[in-house]
């Protein structure tokens, strides 16, 4: 398919960082979280208004 005149190529950029921690004095609950964001480029604000897209996660599980 081709693209159309005007159209950029870039979409965007991903970034994410994410971390996992255990600590040494209690090693029965585990804590992992992370945030990732996502900044659109000028490909995708040709066709769709977007402002910048942040997402999180926190989980603790709990072992034995």
Do not use: M
Not at 25 to 39: A, D, K, P, R, Y
Not at 43 to 51: N, V, W
């Amino acid at each position: 398919s081709q693209i159309p005149q005007g159209l950029r190529h870039v979409v965007g950029f991903h970034y994410g960082a994410g971390f996992r921690c255990r600590p040494y004095l209690n090693e029965q609950w585990i804590t992992l979280g992370g945030l990732s964001v996502f900044v659109p480029g000028q490909g995708l604000t040709d066709i769709y208004t977007s402002p910048t897209i942040y997402s999180g996660f926190l989980a603790v599980k709990f072992v034995y």
